[in-house]
Structure formats: C-alpha cells, structure tokens
C-alpha cells in the first residue's frame, strides 16, 4: 500500500479515473489493471495558499494487496447485565454508553434535562422570552452543550484515543460519511438532534436505560461499595445503585463540584478561558481567508489564532462559520453568549469567542473559595453583565471603540435573537481580560487576517465557559476519582476535555476501564 496526495480545484470532484492514473504511476504497475487497483480517500482539507485547492490523501494498493477498512463492534444485548449508572447525557454519556454497549455492561443514563426535541421548546422560550429553566437549555438536556452550537469533529489531541471510533459512530448514527475524511469534519445543529436519538434508540433497544428530568442531587458509596444515586423527582426522590457511576456532567454543572465540595471529596481549582463574543459579516471573514477569491461555490470561511499578550494566551475559541449568537445561561440573572451553525453554515454572520486564559493566581481575592475560587470568579462576571442590561439583553461594543476605551455611537445590525445594548465593554471586563484584549485584536489584524480588526465587528459579553473552572481529579491509570473507587469523572465536567470529540473519547476511555 501506498499514500498519495492529489489535488482538484473547489467545486469539482476528484474522478476515479485520476485517482486510478496517479497509482499505476505510484505503484509502478501496468496501466491495464488501472480499474482494478484499490484506494480510499483518507483526508480531505482546503488549501488557500495560491489558487484555492482541495487537497486530497489517498492510500492506494495493488488488486491482490488488503486495504484495511475499520470496523466498528457490534453491540450486545445488555438488558439482564450488570447496570453502570452515566449521570450526564452529552457526548462523553452517550458514547461512554455505545462502550459499554459492546463490552455486556447495561447503561443506565440519567440526564438532568429533557430529550433533545422537548429542549428545544425551553430554548425558544430562552431566547424570545428570556425564560431560563436551569435544567433544560443550550447547555443541559440530551446530547450537552455540543449538540446546538457548530458541531465541530476535531480535536487536536490524537493521544486521548482513536478518532476514527467517534467518527465512524456518528456516521453509524446519520452523519453524512465526508466527515471521515474531510480536516474540520462538522455536522451542525440542524442534523445533531436527529443523530442524538438515534443513538439513544440504539442504546434502549440493546437494553440500556434513559432517564430524562432527573438530576441527580446526591451520590453516596455505601459499605458494599455500592452507589446510591439519588435523583430528585416527583413525587418523592428516586434512588439507582450501581458498582459503577460513570460522572459525565459537562463544564456547567455547578451544583455537582458544589456538592464535591461539601462531601469533602477532592477538586481543584483549574484554569479556564474568559472574554467575548465576536461577530463579523461572514462575507469579511470569507474575503480574509481566501484572499479575496471567494465564490458561492467554495465552503463558509472559518478562522482561529492564538497568540500572547502579557504572559497569557489569548485565542479564538468554538468559532461558528455561518452562525448565530444564542443566550447560553443556565441560571437566572447571569448572562453568557455562545455560538451555533447549521449544517450549511449560511447564515451573513460569522462569531467567535475570543478569550484570555485566566489561572487562579491571576485573582487572589477569590482564593477564599478554595477549589471553587475560579468558579466564583465566573458567576460574578456573568452576574455582572446581566445587572448593566436586566435581561438577556447582552452589553455590546463595536471592536476598534472598545480598543480605544470609547463608546459606540450605534451598533450594527446582530444575530443575537434578545438584542445588544450599547455598552461600555472595556470597562465591564475584568482588566485582566481587556487589557489583553486590547492589544490582542489589532495585533491579529495587523499580522494574521489583515481586515479582521474593524469596527464593523460587535464584542458580545461575555463568554464564559469555555471550559470548567473546576477539575476533578482523577487516578491517571485506572480513570477513578482519586478518593473513591469505582467514580468516573469524566469529559469537559471533570475538566479532561474540550469539545464533542474529545468528550466522545474520554468517556469512551472510562467506559473501557470499566
């Protein structure tokens, strides 16, 4: 077998019949077997360097060679097998559960939130009324926070485990197959929903369990070494035991670490990113990117950087090419932006959060919280943006006012379904994110997308989470909490990934040391 990479311009098609050319010539056989030799694409991605190509990797090998393919497990029936309890149904849950599905363990998945087309009823409401239920919304409910943002499948980590298991899942499960080869494989929020309950189907019709509308208020391990999860519900609490507990909660399941906290049982204080929304017309972003080349024809633009500004990274985060802005509180009277696009990322806006990265050191007077110093610190920023506005209303300032330190005299039109309020930005930030901010955007306009500095992007405050600001630590080895035996944390709530992939494969990891 042997790879090769070739090139098509955007909006066409590589052909069989240049693929099958370019490997008699690579593998040095007689032009007669052309049709007869094998290949599979393995890697598609946009070059804009020159004239904007895709660039394909291909492995190609002779009829009588074995092209590998990769094969998923089957699934076993697991409804008299021995129960392992997934409190959290986003992608470290759900593929934690298709694990477990393989191997004869049962799930039994208890999701705080409803199921994924119930959500979306309490999101409306979010956004038009400003309406927050604090277990049904952009970040709680079936299929987590990833579920209604880009649906971005990349992770630049390949040491968590093998991406082409998640992959090849979600395809499984209705994900159109381009994302196997394609650089930035995304779905988008229009098709995730559909592809989440398929994958529970497939979890109940094996035997599992789910459990919507139930959030989980205590966990306690018994004598026996037996779990004791306690859900509250009506009429009375409900109660499920297990050997084993799965923790797959996601970064905004504050009760949780609270509830660590009064146990006694340990977390730390980690690191988290905090700033703005930010959004651009997509036709800017779209003409930075291919050097003014654009056509309709050619895939939405996206960008990201990072950079350092005074000992900290500042860096693009969850950037949603072609998408909108939504309000992603889960509590009354806090205000956080995220960002969501569809599968055809075609609406005229472009967002981005761009964050500064904040330790515990950066912020002494919270220190008095202990492992929940930095969790504080989050709630009085969100808290703090909804005071200026008194709704989901979010406080916004044009980009070049903002590095300036002066008000906008008028605000561009917005995605942002609840509106922006002209407001003072600079001054509402902690100085440690503006300052840095402040220098950070003319910076990346001036060396890495000269145009993206303008004051035709609007800042959005604030965004927030990015990822917990609490960690719960773990044995590195056998993945249990470092206090309790047979506790899983696991995925972006225990502070050990970032995104739908990474998650996906943290909670496979877990599953498999069960």
Known sequence: MKEIELTCKLG???????????????????????????????????????????????????????????????????????????????????????????????????????????RKFDMAKLSKEGVVNPDSNYCFGEGGAGTFSDGKLYTRSSKRGDIREVLHQLVRFGADPSILIDAHPHIGSDRLPVIVENIRKCIMEHGGEYHFDSRVSDICKLGDGTFKVTVDSAPAPTVYTSRKVILATGHSARDIYEMFDRKGWEIQAKGFALGVRVEHPQSLINKIQYHGKYQPFMPTAEYSFVTQIEGRGVFSFCMCPGGILVPAATAEGELVLNGMSNSQRNSKWANSGVVVQIE?????????????????????????????????????????????????SGLPQTSYHPGAANAPLHELLPEHVSLRLKYAFPEIGNKKMHGYYTNDALLFGVESRTSSPVRIPRDPDTLEHVQVSGLYPCGEGAGYAGGIVSSALDGINCAARI
């Open 360 to 408: 515990p050191e950066d912020f002494p007077e919270y220190a008095q919280h202990g492992p929940l110093a930095l969790l504080q610190f989050q709630k009085d920023v969100e808290r703090k943006m909804f005071e200026y506005t008194g709704s989901l209303k979010a406080p916004a300032q044009r980009m070049m006012d903002f590095c300036r330190r002066i008000p906008s």
């Open 12 to 118: 066409r098609e590589l052909s069989a019949d240049e693929i099958q050319t370019a490997a008699v010539k690579a593998l040095g056989v007689s032009p007669k077997i052309r049709q007869q030799l094998k290949y599979r694409v393995t890697r598609r991605s946009i070059d804009a360097r020159n004239d904007i190509l895709y660039r394909y990797r291909i492995e190609v090998c002779k009829p009588d060679e074995f092209l590998p393919e990769y094969v998923l497990e089957d699934y076993k029936d697991v409804s008299s097998a021995e129960p392992v309890i997934i409190v959290g149904a986003g992608p470290a849950g759900m593929f934690a559960a298709l694990r477990l599905l393989m191997r004869g363990f049962k799930p039994v998945i208890l999701e705080r939130g409803k199921d994924v087309h119930q």
